[in-house]
């Protein structure tokens, strides 16, 4: 009689499912974070070459400063320029040495102002310089200094009350004397006068007049 043995059934060998799901599971995400690292550090590699190439901005010159001359312009040499005389001048004629009383003639003749200037001691009435000084060109109204050794002479005083205030004037100065006005009217006929006693040519002598 043929005799049979009943044998149980094995369990597989291998992997089971859930091993292999999980195993799977970790597979793909270490490929998917290696796919993220990638695309990281290709976005960081391609900025750095993106600043490599960008040129450095260069700084800014200044054009050269070239010095400027200022021209000096010469010095214009000053001309010497002569007035011509005036058509009526003439030169001084020589007073020196003559009367005083007539070289003061001589210059009212040629239509000159003159002040005499009498020295201080003795009666020698002789000219002894003038300015300007003879042949010097003058004309008509410039004031001539005549210069007298001795000191100046008693006056002649004159009496020009009730004259017309202009001829009592004129009659002050051919005294050698200066009128000297004591009220402002120079018109009319003079209505006072005064002098100091023993007065001298260059004196002052006061008038009024009622004009």
């Known amino acids: ?8 059934p094995e369990e597989p060998e291998g992997w089971s499912p859930l091993a292999v799901a999980m195993i799977a599971t970790l ?9 993220l690292f990638g695309i990281y550090v290709a976005n960081v590699n391609a900025a750095a070459a993106a600043a490599s190439a ?3 901005p260069s700084a800014p010159t200044t054009p050269p400063i070239t010095p400027t001359t200022t021209p000096v ?11 011509p005389p005036a058509p009526d001048a003439f030169p001084l004629p020589p007073l020196t040495g003559l009367d005083f009383m007539e070289a003061r003639t001589k210059v009212r003749q040629l239509g000159l102002d003159w002040t005499l200037k009498f020295g201080p ?7 002894v310089s003038t300015s300007p000084s003879a042949g010097v060109s003058v004309s008509p109204g410039t004031a001539i200094l ?3 050794k001795g000191r100046a002479p008693l006056a002649d005083v004159p009496d020009i009350v009730e004259k017309p205030c202009a001829d009592g004037v004129a009659m002050i100065i051919e005294a050698g004397l200066y009128p000297n006005f004591l009220t402002e009217s120079r018109t009319g006929r003079v209505i006072f006068s005064a002098v ?4 001298r040519w260059n004196d002052k002598m006061s008038l009024a007049c009622d004009g």
Not at 1 to 8: G, I, N, S, V
Not at 73 to 83: H, I, M
Not at 121 to 127: A, E, F, I, L
Request: negative net charge; glycine residues 6%.
């Open 146 to 148: 005549i210069v007298v």
């Open 121 to 127: 001691t003795g009666d020698d009435p002789t000219v």
């Open 54 to 56: 960008s040129p450095a």
């Open 196 to 199: 100091l006693p023993d007065a």
């Open 1 to 8: 009689m043929t005799r049979y043995e009943e044998l149980t």
């Open 73 to 83: 312009p010469p010095t214009p040499t000053p001309s010497v320029t002569t007035n």
């Open 27 to 35: 597979v793909l995400l270490l490929g998917l974070a290696g796919a």
